[in-house]
Each structure stands twice: as structure tokens, then as C-alpha cells.
């Protein structure tokens, strides 16, 4: 049996042996928040799943050992800090055995990094996982897990990321993975319960149906410093920008994705079209509104390379080139900006803006050293910058 999973986790390859073996034929239905992509003639499944239908095949893989675990984190690590990252949240830890190799690997100092992990909340049976998460919950001094992340949808690609209108030539909004009424309710409990919640959101309809449900946990439990978060926001609606401010809300982009590439060109605005094309992350206008901005690589699935997302955001175009066609460049913003959201940006959605993000007296010393001035240089070299030194608590950990 075959499984090959894409770039963006939401969709994969399986061959006939891994249908048979997961059951999956003609008759299957598709689960709730997911696509077995068929012939349009028999219905015989044709090996492409999408979003949760790839969990049908996915739980017959066998599970890592926790020394592949552990192996795998500190490797991850080291490769963090070649590129100047002292600083992680983890959007998505599946196996309690992933959390506890983070807290042991920081509590002995192999891995030199504060981090933040989280674990899933899944709409079937996340009251079961709050009860669960509550006896999980831990706050050390460089490792603390007290994030909750949910799925609001898929990716405009697969077409799973849900749209509040169809896409363009066909009847299909995408999948909204929870219902309204249960996102409201499932953030407003963790909101309740002291958790800090993380949404990947890509589509304008799950971006809406997200801040909606923010603003009701505020309704229902007032306003609070959980320092909320909504990731990848690829296509918000113009109506949705000032949101992100009015609720406190920070907006995490993965500005690497910005500039148009075979995703954006030949997957993305074709099947969104001309209005809404020009909707695409819209991290000034976001940022104009005063929102609070952080940058994040959503690696392994982009580059780890803060430095390739930065050039991006200041360009809107392809790392290296200076001439070429750039995408929305009117949502581009300064260096300065970008900046900030990788260091005191991203201290702040971790909650250590008062020991790091900023090299201030009586902070902690994570410092790093480029080998070239970045407001010196032409934006279209900033990626080929590279980290020299890097320092944890004042240690030098990484030299080039």
C-alpha cells in the first residue's frame, strides 16, 4: 500500500491496494469534512483524497517511536537555529507522545527554543478534548502548551477551503469543517477555560465564520488577553479586514505564499476570479487597521527561512527577482514591518513580548547576526542574507 501525501497536507495519493485495504470503493460515502475524488462516470474512487476522507487510509500508518520523535524535534531544532528561530508555536501536535518529547527535550536544554505547542480540537469531539487538554495544559519556563487549533476549512487548491461564494463555474462553496453554531460554542469554552485558540482559516467564508465566533466568545465571556490567533487568511473579504483589530484577533500570515507562483497563477485565480482575485493576502491593508501582525513559514509544507517570507512581504514577488510580475503589490509592506512581526510580533502571540522580540535592558539575550545590513541592500537580495550568529539566553548557539 501507497500513501503520498501533498505539499499542503490537505490532500493525497493512494493506490488501489490502500483503497482495498481501507475499505474505500464506489459505495463509500465521503466523511463529514472531506472528498474521495471519483471518475465522473462509474464512481469508482480514483486515488485523490481530500482533507479528512485522507484519514481512511492515513490511521494504517504505523506510528513514529518516541525516539523518532524526539530524534526528529531536535534535528528541527538545530535547523531553527540556522536560521536565526529561537522562538516556535506548533500549530498541531497529534500525539500526546510528540508533546511530552517537546517538554522533556526542553526541560533537559537539547533543543534551544521556546515554544509553544498545541493540540487538535476536532469538531465530533471537542468538548471530550477540552477535558482532555485541561490535564494536558503546562506552562515551563522555555515549553508551554495552552493553545488550542482548529481547521475552519481546507485549501482554495482542493477546492476544501470554504468560500461565501461558489467557485467560479460551479455550484461549490468548499467545506466549512465545523458548523457555525458549534464553532461558536466550542471557542467561546476554550476562551472560558484560559486557552489561548489557533485557526487555520484560508477561505473568506471560513475567515468570517472564525471572527464571528471570536466575537461571540467575547459576548459571552468578555474581553480577555488570550491573544487569539488566525493563520494563513488567504482571501478575506474587504468587509473582514478591520476585524482582525476591533477583536484583538492576531493575524498570522505566511507571506512567503504572496507572490504569483503555479498555486496563485494557474490554482488559485482561475478558479476565484478577477474581484475576488484581488483579494488575495492582504497583509497592508490588514496591517494598516492597527491589527496585530506575526509571520509564521507553516513549514514543513514552505521554506523555515524567515527571511524568504520577509523579502515576499516587501516585494510581493518571487524571492530573487526585482523585475517580474508582483501580486497586489499595493498589500506589500515596509521591512521595518516584517521585522517586528518575526521578532516582537511573534513574542507577543507567544506571550514573552516582556523577555524577548526586542533587545531591551533586563530581557532574555536571543539575539542574531546577519552578514549583511537588510535596510542597506536591495529588497530583492534580503532572502540571500544570512544568519552568522545565533544567540539563546545570551549563549551562542548556532555560528555560521
Same mark, same amino acid.
Given at each position: 500500500?501507497?500513501?503520498?501525501?501533498?505539499?499542503?497536507?490537505?490532500?493525497?495519493?493512494?493506490?488501489?491496494?490502500?483503497?482495498?485495504?481501507?475499505?474505500?470503493?464506489?459505495?463509500?460515502?465521503?466523511?463529514?469534512?472531506?472528498?474521495?475524488?471519483?471518475?465522473?462516470?462509474?464512481?469508482?474512487?480514483?486515488?485523490?483524497?481530500?482533507?479528512?476522507?485522507?484519514?481512511?487510509?492515513?490511521?494504517?500508518?504505523?506510528?513514529?517511536?518516541?525516539?523518532?520523535?524526539?530524534?526528529?524535534?531536535?534535528?528541527?531544532?538545530?535547523?531553527?537555529?540556522?536560521?536565526?528561530?529561537?522562538?516556535?508555536?506548533?500549530?498541531?501536535?497529534?500525539?500526546?507522545?510528540?508533546?511530552?518529547?517537546?517538554?522533556?527535550?526542553?526541560?533537559?536544554?537539547?533543543?534551544?527554543?521556546?515554544?509553544?505547542?498545541?493540540?487538535?480540537?476536532?469538531?465530533?469531539?471537542?468538548?471530550?478534548?477540552?477535558?482532555?487538554?485541561?490535564?494536558?495544559?503546562?506552562?515551563?519556563?522555555?515549553?508551554?502548551?495552552?493553545?488550542?487549533?482548529?481547521?475552519? !476549512?481546507?485549501? &482554495?487548491?482542493?477546492? #476544501?477551503?470554504?468560500? %461565501?461564494? $461558489?467557485?467560479?463555474?460551479?455550484?461549490?462553496?468548499? /467545506?466549512?469543517?465545523?458548523?457555525?453554531?458549534?464553532?461558536?460554542?466550542?471557542?467561546?469554552?476554550?476562551?472560558?477555560?484560559?486557552?489561548?485558540?489557533?485557526?487555520?482559516?484560508?477561505?473568506?467564508?471560513?475567515?468570517?465564520?472564525?471572527?464571528?465566533?471570536?466575537?461571540?466568545?467575547?459576548?459571552?465571556?468578555?474581553?480577555?488577553?488570550?491573544?487569539?490567533?488566525?493563520?494563513?487568511?488567504?482571501?478575506?473579504?474587504?468587509?473582514?479586514?478591520?476585524?482582525?483589530?476591533?477583536?484583538?484577533?492576531?493575524?498570522?500570515?505566511?507571506?512567503?505564499?504572496?507572490?504569483? !507562483?503555479?498555486? &496563485?497563477?494557474?490554482? #488559485?485565480?482561475?478558479? %476565484?476570479? $478577477?474581484?475576488?482575485?484581488?483579494?488575495?493576502?492582504? /497583509?497592508?491593508?490588514?496591517?494598516?487597521?492597527?491589527?496585530?501582525?506575526?509571520?509564521?513559514?507553516?513549514?514543513?509544507?514552505?521554506?523555515?527561512?524567515?527571511?524568504?517570507?520577509?523579502?515576499?512581504?516587501?516585494?510581493?514577488?518571487?524571492?530573487?527577482?526585482?523585475?517580474?510580475?508582483?501580486?497586489?503589490?499595493?498589500?506589500?509592506?515596509?521591512?521595518?514591518?516584517?521585522?517586528?512581526?518575526?521578532?516582537?510580533?511573534?513574542?507577543?502571540?507567544?506571550?514573552?513580548?516582556?523577555?524577548?522580540?526586542?533587545?531591551?535592558?533586563?530581557?532574555?539575550?536571543?539575539?542574531?547576526?546577519?552578514?549583511?545590513?537588510?535596510?542597506?541592500?536591495?529588497?530583492?537580495?534580503?532572502?540571500?542574507?544570512?544568519?552568522?550568529?545565533?544567540?539563546?539566553?545570551?549563549?551562542?548557539?548556532?555560528?555560521?
Amino acid at each position: 500500500p501507497v500513501i503520498l501525501y501533498s505539499a499542503d497536507g490537505h490532500s493525497a495519493w493512494v493506490n488501489s491496494k490502500s483503497l482495498k485495504l481501507a475499505g474505500i470503493d464506489r459505495h463509500t460515502p465521503d466523511p463529514l469534512n472531506g472528498r474521495i475524488e471519483r471518475d465522473p462516470d462509474t464512481a469508482e474512487p480514483s486515488g485523490t483524497l481530500r482533507e479528512d476522507a485522507m484519514i481512511l487510509v492515513g490511521k494504517f500508518l504505523p506510528a513514529y517511536s518516541k525516539k523518532q520523535i524526539e530524534t526528529g524535534l531536535i534535528n528541527a531544532a538545530h535547523k531553527a537555529n540556522h536560521f536565526g528561530i529561537t522562538g516556535i508555536l506548533d500549530a498541531g501536535i497529534g500525539e500526546i507522545d510528540g508533546l511530552y518529547a517537546y517538554r522533556n527535550l526542553s526541560r533537559s536544554k537539547k533543543v534551544n527554543l521556546r515554544i509553544s505547542a498545541s493540540q487538535y480540537a476536532e469538531p465530533a469531539d471537542w468538548r471530550k478534548s477540552l477535558e482532555k487538554m485541561k490535564t494536558l495544559r503546562f506552562i515551563d519556563k522555555n515549553c508551554r502548551m495552552n493553545t488550542v487549533k482548529l481547521f475552519a !476549512d481546507g485549501v &482554495i487548491e482542493g477546492r #476544501t477551503a470554504a468560500l %461565501l461564494e $461558489p467557485y467560479l463555474g460551479t455550484e461549490d462553496r468548499g /467545506i466549512l469543517n465545523w458548523h457555525p453554531d458549534s464553532m461558536n460554542s466550542a471557542i467561546a469554552a476554550f476562551d472560558k477555560a484560559g486557552f489561548q485558540v489557533h485557526v487555520h482559516a484560508i477561505g473568506d467564508r471560513g475567515i468570517r465564520t472564525t471572527l464571528d465566533a471570536f466575537e461571540y466568545a467575547q459576548d459571552i465571556n468578555g474581553p480577555s488577553d488570550k491573544r487569539h490567533m488566525m493563520s494563513h487568511i488567504q482571501l478575506i473579504h474587504p468587509n473582514d479586514r478591520p476585524r482582525f483589530n476591533e477583536l484583538g484577533i492576531t493575524a498570522s500570515f505566511q507571506s512567503l505564499w504572496a507572490y504569483p !507562483d503555479d498555486y &496563485i497563477t494557474q490554482m #488559485t485565480i482561475p478558479v %476565484l476570479g $478577477p474581484q475576488r482575485s484581488e483579494w488575495l493576502y492582504p /497583509i497592508g491593508s490588514v496591517e494598516r487597521t492597527g491589527a496585530h501582525i506575526t509571520g509564521g513559514s507553516d513549514w514543513t509544507v514552505s521554506s523555515l527561512n524567515p527571511l524568504d517570507a520577509v523579502e515576499v512581504a516587501v516585494t510581493r514577488r518571487e524571492p530573487g527577482e526585482h523585475k517580474g510580475a508582483a501580486l497586489l503589490p499595493g498589500e506589500a509592506v515596509g521591512l521595518s514591518t516584517m521585522l517586528k512581526a518575526y521578532t516582537i510580533g511573534g513574542a507577543y502571540s507567544l506571550f514573552l513580548e516582556d523577555k524577548v522580540g526586542s533587545i531591551q535592558v533586563g530581557k532574555r539575550a536571543d539575539i542574531i547576526f546577519l552578514d549583511r545590513n537588510l535596510f542597506s541592500i536591495p529588497s530583492h537580495e534580503i532572502h540571500s542574507a544570512k544568519v552568522t550568529h545565533t544567540f539563546f539566553d545570551g549563549k551562542l548557539i548556532y555560528e555560521k
